[in-house]
């Protein structure tokens, strides 16, 4: 694995490994070189200064001659006493002091033997570490001493050790969402990763150690090859950014493809997450089993649950098993009655029950591709307590694949948007997870779609739809039409009865429709409710396109469903709903504003929609903003909602107005959600933006929104001015050349019932918004409604725009596109 173009201003050993691609030659020889230094340093330094009574150990990764190029250097410097290490603090600081100076950047620990054999809750990295311990320099005789000691402390706690390393290990597997398959993994910390191999070879160490000796771990050929692939991941990222980076970001990956000659970067990552699975199942199998005898009381007294078990499965310490594995050799659908199991009782096969699964793969696919009434089975499957953890257990196992080869091909697929965090077949199990998660939900909107589920009588269908929404990726076309087809052959496959066929065949067809329509469509325009409305058709299939819409958009990343849009899907299929059975009467709206003299004042010449999208109550604040704006002509006011924050103000109207409130938004780093301006006859206008603030910058800092007042007041009398504001925000950090996003500006006349659609997407920047609608005021139209998304690097702003008035002509269309996508280009 060579590469081309390499650096030439690294230290030699680094340019040698980029020259071959010899990762475990380059970690021996980095560690072989770091002794050197270390024990000279110290026989200048240290030893001379203390005499006996010291020992030098490397441990950890160090111990383990595994010293990536920007690794920390884990050196135990062991005392005999402690009033020898209070002594020698000084010739301490100044051996380290010339280890930093000479480029190593050092994680050093000072201990007694005594303290070296204590079980550490709060520090368990110090009792792991020693398991890798060796000794450098120094005491041999005091090594001699801990080394002796070290097997019997480890065999006496071990059941200590192995809680608190699998404490640790449950915690970090939790901050990624307990999975590998991220697309830009760290290949150090990630579930699969690095530590997950060295969790391996410590539990495998535990459980050998006896009385008398420390016992070596002997991984697998296969779990070395993995090792091997990573650990050469590791070495390039450090050498690429020369320090201690480990994420597998979007472009090392391309830089990886092009250097070592892989142009196909989906196909190389399809190899790591292969590695970082073999990692992450032994791992997990290693964890299980250590738990398993560390806590076999335990395990006796829960295993109650061994009731459920019956003539073909038993259950053993949480897990089930067969009880004939031969079984399966004859009659394959055991492994779908075993899922069955699973689903219904939410316990997992033992490893050894999913192996032997996993090994009949090829006769199962034999079995299973044929056309056969399947579906009977699977239905039950999908409509089980616990069917996501059955399904996720069928994909580890391949029984998936062998039963619906469909959706082989997006296994491990990578596909680019900066907007999923996940692989495409991690996506969609995690959209189950996120369905059957909904039956908990008590808080927010969610209450409201756990309530529309529990109205769901068969969700098979549902789940089938969500398994089969993304099986067209990767085809090199929009996927939607490639998903239908392989939705339908599967279905038609399994003897799906015709009205769940046509069912599932509708939703994975339909299933961005409402996601689009909150994206680039003003909800509150009646044709938005009647297009959606038109093509959802009736009430029964848009309960359950709400549903999968929820399950497929919380999927994409864990941060994407916020309470806003969960409160905006379920407005959305509120007025839907309305919209199908004929209770939307938004025509019905009186053209004349009733009421009071200063209502009609106030309220003639906004559009209609203002009326169908403000209670009287938000009507009543607003005329009061409006008296509020009298002294000065104009008025602001900020409050927080549930789920974001809103700005609302009262103002003179004048070119730029509401290009300005964007942009002093921006500035203070609030992220714009939607926003709408409304003007009367009496040139007053009123303009609401709703905004997230992702650093809770108001929520932790009070002044800032009296700060943030204050200055939308001076941008709103011109005594500020918005561009110099957004001078001083930070540039965000460019996708790689490959992942660049092109300007695209589209018009549209017939989707607004009373003005034009701009949607544009580009490259996100700070102050985008600002120059988007300064630019369409400058060609003399008006900002009627302005919807916002941000997908990681790539914005989406969906303007409603007017012009005297009316619809944009085709002639001002094109002289203000040209202008928007000169103004999108980066900057």
């Known amino acids: 694995m060579t590469v081309a173009n390499q650096p030439s201003n690294l230290p030699p050993l680094q340019q040698e490994f980029l020259a071959t691609g010899d990762a475990m030659t380059f970690l021996a020889e980095r560690s072989a070189q ?5 024990l000279e340093t110290a026989g200048e330094l240290l030893l001379p200064r203390t005499g006996t009574g010291l020992a030098l150990l490397a441990v950890g990764g160090y111990g383990r001659r595994q010293l990536f190029p920007y690794s920390d250097i884990d050196l135990l410097l ?3 006493s402690e009033r020898l290490m209070a002594s020698s603090k000084d010739a301490i600081s100044a051996f380290l002091q010339k280890l930093w100076d000479a480029g190593l950047r050092m994680s050093h620990s000072v201990r007694t033997p005594a303290e070296c054999t204590e079980v550490h809750d709060r520090n368990t990295e110090l009792n792991v570490s020693l398991l890798d311990q060796r000794f450098l320099g120094g005491d041999r005789n005091l ?11 480890v065999h006496a706690n071990r059941d200590a050790l192995v809680r608190n390393l699998a404490q640790l290990t449950r915690e970090r597997h939790s901050k990624f969402t307990d999975t590998f398959y991220h697309l830009e993994p760290n290949v150090k910390d990630t579930p699969g990763g690095l530590r997950d191999y060295q969790l391996v070879c410590w539990l495998e160490q535990l459980r050998q150690t006896d009385a008398t000796r420390l016992a070596m771990a002997e991984p697998s050929q296969e779990l070395r090859d993995a090792f091997h692939f990573l650990a050469r991941l590791r070495c390039y990222l450090h050498c690429q950014s020369g320090r201690d980076n480990n994420s597998l970001t979007f472009d090392a990956q391309d830089l990886i493809a092009e250097q070592w000659r892989r142009p196909d970067t989906a196909h190389w990552m399809r190899d790591y997450y292969r590695h970082a699975r073999t990692i992450y199942r032994s791992a997990t199998r290693a964890l299980e089993a250590c738990e398993g005898e560390a806590n076999s009381l335990f395990a006796q007294l829960r295993d109650w649950r061994s009731r459920i078990a019956n003539a073909e499965f038993s259950v053993h310490r949480e897990r089930v098993h067969f009880r004939a ?15 069955e199991f699973v689903a219904r009782h939410g316990m997992r096969p033992s490893e050894e029950t999913a192996q032997r699964v996993e090994s009949r793969q090829a006769k199962l696919r034999d079995r299973f591709s044929l056309p056969q009434p399947l579906w009977p089975a699977l239905q039950s499957i999908l409509g089980l307590p ?16 062998a039963i619906f080869p469909e959706l082989e091909h997006i296994e491990c697929l990578v596909v680019r948007d900066f907007y999923h965090r996940y692989t495409v077949d991690e996506h969609t199990l995690v959209t189950l997870q996120n369905l059957w998660s909904l039956r908990d939900a008590n808080e927010g909107p969610l209450r409201s779609f756990r309530d529309l589920l529990a109205e769901v009588k068969d969700p098979g269908p549902l789940a089938f739809a969500l398994l089969f929404h993304d099986a067209g990726k990767g085809t090199g ?10 939705t339908v052959e599967a279905a038609m496959r399994i003897r799906m009865p015709e009205a769940d ?12 429709t409402l996601s689009n329509a909150m994206q680039s469509r003003d909800l509150f325009d009646p044709k938005t409710l009647v297009d959606v409305a038109h093509q959802v058709e009736t009430v029964e299939r848009l309960r359950l396109l709400t549903l999968m819409t929820y399950a497929d958009m919380s999927a994409v990343n864990p941060t994407v469903m916020t309470p806003w849009r969960a409160e905006q899907l379920w407005q959305l299929y509120l007025m839907v709903y309305n919209e199908l059975t004929r209770e939307l009467e938004a025509e019905r709206i009186e053209a004349v504003p009733a009421g009071p003299a200063d209502r009609v004042a106030f309220l003639q010449g906004f559009p209609t929609r203002y009326l169908r999208t403000h209670s009287e109550a938000e009507i009543s604040a607003h005329m009061a903003l409006k008296e509020r704006a009298r002294p000065k002509g104009l008025a602001v006011d900020i409050r927080k909602l549930e789920s974001a924050w809103e700005l609302t103000l009262v103002a003179i109207d004048r070119p730029g107005l509401f290009a300005s409130m964007a942009g002093t938004l921006a500035s203070f780093g609030m992220n714009i959600l939607k926003a709408e301006a409304f003007a009367n006859r009496q040139n007053l206008v009123l303009d609401t933006f709703t905004f997230a603030d992702p650093a809770r910058t108001l929520d932790l800092n009070p002044s800032e929104l009296d700060r943030l007042h204050a200055v939308l007041e001076k941008v709103l009398a011109g005594r500020v001015h918005a561009v110099d504001l957004l001078k001083n925000r930070p540039k965000p950090p460019l996708p790689s050349r490959k992942s660049r996003i092109p300007a695209r500006i589209n018009f549209d006349n017939v989707a607004g019932q009373t003005a034009s659609l701009i949607e544009i997407t580009a490259e996100d920047r700070p102050g985008l918004l600002y120059d988007l609608a300064t630019t369409i005021t400058n060609h003399g139209c008006n900002i009627e409604v302005v919807l916002i998304d941000t997908q990681a690097h790539k914005a989406i702003d969906v303007f409603y725009v007017t012009a005297e008035g009316a ?12 202008s928007l996508t000169a103004v999108c280009q980066p900057k």
């Open 477 to 486: 076309e929009d996927h939607v039409g490639p998903s239908v087809r392989a």
């Open 143 to 153: 090594y001699a001493t801990l080394a002796a000691k070290l097997p019997r402390f």
């Open 34 to 38: 770091v002794d050197r230094l270390v």
């Open 78 to 80: 062991l005392f005999e």
């Open 386 to 401: 616990h069917a996501p953890l059955a399904v996720r257990g069928m994909h580890e196992a391949g029984l998936l694949t």
């Open 807 to 818: 619809k944009l002509a085709a002639e001002k269309q094109q002289r203000l596109g040209e």
């Open 325 to 339: 594995p031969q079984q399966l050799d004859t009659e394959p659908e055991l492994a779908l009655r075993l899922y």
């Open 501 to 512: 066929r046509e069912t599932v065949s509708f939703l994975v067809r339909r299933h961005l």
